[in-house]
């Protein structure tokens, strides 16, 4: 298979083609990825801790930013995973750099959206 740039798809049927691939990423990380279907969980309670909790529209989005953020982190430290393990299952130091730095960005991902939720408790309670 070549790439051929003159042949990529525009317009709506560039971002149905987007979306069909970005749905079949999500369905790969919850069937494969038990942190993905954890942190998914964690949107889903924080989602209706929003609606029910009588806290600023401020908050509420900035709580909601925060978990997504995670989820953000959690998807592209599971690229760099896939990536690595494509190249190679040969131990590397650099590969486990780099696999190592992808979990940093969910650690600080962690760190972040407990910080917000811990301030929004404190201000509120």
Known sequence: MNF???K???????ILLAFKNS???FNWLIKN??????EIIL????IVLISIWSI?????LLLLC??????????????????????SYEINPLSGLAKDLGSAAVLIATV?????????????F
């Open 33 to 38: 990825e038990a942190a993905v279907r954890q």
């Open 66 to 87: 925060a978990v997504l953020f995670l989820l953000f982190a959690e998807v592209i430290n599971t690229a760099i995973e896939v990536t690595i393990d494509r190249i």
């Open 56 to 60: 600023s529209v401020y908050e509420k």
């Open 43 to 46: 949107l889903v309670i924080n």
């Open 8 to 14: 990529k798809p525009i317009g709506l049927s560039r």
């Open 112 to 124: 972040i959206y407990s910080m917000v939720l811990l301030t929004i408790l404190y201000v509120n």
């Open 4 to 6: 051929e740039p003159s």
């Open 23 to 25: 749905c079949r990423a």
